[in-house]
């Protein structure tokens, strides 16, 4: 068994990279859509190679590479919640 801390150490960690994944993403997603499909499918597998090798570097530090579950449920959570905010904050301004 882990320590708690370490446990809630990660599941911040993966819930925060969740959330910049997803702006990470949306940025990449608009800088390469003037590039053909090919081009494209090669550079996001290459940022998606890229992304997964700074979340194993960043569980490595926090924690020797320990991967639960909850990892993968808070960056789910970190991914969503920024669509979510992203949403409101649209919506707020058009008001």
Same mark, same amino acid.
């Given at each position: ?40 499918? %090669?550079? @996001?597998? *290459?940022? &998606? =190679?890229?992304?997964?090798?700074? /979340?194993?570097?960043? #569980?490595?530090? +926090?924690? !020797?590479?320990?991967?639960? %579950?909850? @990892?993968? *449920?808070? &960056? =789910?959570?970190?991914?969503?919640? /920024?669509?979510?905010? #992203?949403?409101? +904050?649209? !919506?707020?301004?058009?008001?």
């Amino acid at each position: 068994m882990i320590a708690l801390s370490l446990q809630f150490k990660l599941i911040v960690f993966s819930f925060i990279f969740g959330f910049m994944f997803s702006a990470s993403l949306e940025g990449f997603n608009k800088i390469i859509k003037k590039y053909s499909t090919v081009v494209e499918i %090669i550079l @996001s597998f *290459l940022f &998606i =190679i890229f992304m997964t090798f700074v /979340y194993f570097i960043g #569980i490595y530090k +926090i924690g !020797n590479a320990i991967f639960h %579950i909850y @990892s993968i *449920l808070s &960056i =789910i959570v970190g991914f969503i919640l /920024y669509d979510v905010l #992203i949403k409101i +904050i649209a !919506n707020n301004n058009k008001k």
